[in-house]
């Protein structure tokens, strides 16, 4: 008991590192799809995953320095997909913002519109910070 509630707080503390929080709890039981992810040993299976959906968006942000694109997404998944929402976190026109996300998805051949394209985006966009964290 002892030993799984110590991995389960630790745990916690990985997800908030992830996130960016310094200052913030979390209840082992909200971190969601991270309880999984976290426990996955093989960290080249993650890293495949990572780069095989994301590459095409990575590659082009070295390109275009001041574009990027995993931040337009995550914000993107993080206001509901809502675009005037997202423009706004952004501080980009509403059009800018429309324009990227179009660019998005013919970078990554997808469509931003159908929830299995969103959700295989956002798991990748999740798993990045846990990459980060372990380099």
Known sequence: MMKSSLKEAELSI???KCNGYDT???KYDEIGVYKLLFNIEDKAVLENFYYGTLG???ENDKKIKEVNNIKIL???FNEDCNVTSTAE???LH???LKYRIKKVEELLECDLRNFNDCNKLKMAIEI???IKLYS
């Open 128 to 130: 990045g910070k846990i």
């Open 24 to 26: 913030k709890i979390k």
């Open 89 to 91: 976190k952004l501080f």
């Open 94 to 96: 509403r059009n800018t």
């Open 56 to 58: 095409p968006i990575l």
């Open 14 to 16: 990985k997800y908030l």
């Open 74 to 76: 995550e914000t993107y």
